[in-house]
């Protein structure tokens, strides 16, 4: 029973397509590792239950040698006894004769016996000959199954470790993309456009701010003439600044 069952799992082991349960797992590199171990525990198992097969077969191989040779055997001491009892008979022994024939049917009898046992064991032999060969078999399909695996492991992998930097590329490249208005380059970039903004604002403020204060400074020189004057009126005093006299006039 736990032959067949040993038999029916590595069956089912070397009938496994391997791309159909990729395709179905959700993560498929788990799903190989958990096959691989499968896999090498079904292979191990395998071997051991036929390594008991075959000892078993060797076993009955040899009972069965050991049949064919004792009927051999049992059967030339039935020559043997039948050619003294011949002799003896012939010589007039009748009594010792008879022996000899009685021994002779003796050994007949385990000849028979012996050969009715080896072509009983016969059939066992073959059938269990049949199983080897198909646990060899499959033991071996299971060998290339797990190859299979392996190597499937190893180009999932590096797929993954491709796309993987792939990714990692056109993330980085999208990252310093200053096209990009969402970018931090391009927020940094409006940042600087309004400090460059603001200090030029700051100064045509103080340019502004510079010019007024000339102006007043000039009203302010206006406003101390006005005043000087009309002091110079009130004292009767000539007016500051006044313009000097034409020599026509004299």
Known sequence: MAKQSIFGRISTLVRANINALIDQAEDPQKMLDQLVRDYTNSIADAESAIAETIGNLRLLERDHQEDVQAAAEWGNKALAASRKADELRAQGNIVDAD???????????????EENEARAIAPTIATQTEVVDKLKDGLNGMKQKLDQLKSKRSELLSRA?????????????????????TSELGRFEDKVRRQEALAQGKQELAASSLDAQFNALEDVGELTEVEARLAALKTGGPTPQALPASPDAV
């Open 99 to 113: 022996k000899f024939d009685n021994l002779a049917k003796i050994a007949l009898q385990r000849q028979i016996s």
């Open 161 to 181: 470790k491709v796309a993987e930097a792939q990714t990692k590329v056109h993330d980085a490249v999208r990252s310093i993309d200053v096209l990009d208005p």
